[in-house]
């Protein structure tokens, strides 16, 4: 049982930077593939990037390059340094982990309740 609580959301201008941190409970968080998906109003929730256990990572064309995802497994955190936001980056972002990596959202078991990024113009 994984449990996943995200943080660092807020309201930003264009061109800001934000942080978002998963915090995960479980003994296995190290084993774990995780990944970040957005939701905006009236879509679908999307995938946005992956991190494997060894650090490998997977990204959505739209944030490559402005996006960085990471963890920390002493921390059991995962992070998605966000740079260059853009209006269209608005939505609810959630923390998702495994069993499986990839961008397809039944590969992932565990969800947060999500965190709100909300980039002005």
């Known amino acids: 049982q994984v449990h996943l609580v995200e943080s660092g959301g807020g309201l930003v201008q264009a061109g800001d930077s934000l942080r978002l941190s998963c915090a995960a409970s479980?003994?296995?968080?190290?084993?774990?593939?995780m990944a970040w998906f957005r939701q905006a109003p009236g879509k679908e929730r999307e995938f946005v990037a992956s991190?494997?256990?060894?650090?490998?990572?997977n990204y959505v064309d739209s944030v490559k390059g402005r996006f960085t995802i990471s963890r920390d497994n002493a921390k059991n955190t995962v992070y998605l340094q966000m740079n260059s936001l853009k209006p269209e980056d608005t939505a609810v972002y959630y923390c998702?982990?495994?069993?499986?990596?990839?961008?397809?959202?039944?590969?992932?078991?565990?969800w947060g309740q999500g965190t709100q990024v909300t980039v002005s113009s």
């Open positions: 991190i494997t256990w060894s650090h490998s990572t």
């Open positions: 479980g003994r296995t968080f190290s084993t774990y593939p």
């Open positions: 998702a982990a495994g069993p499986y990596s990839g961008s397809y959202r039944a590969l992932y078991d565990y």
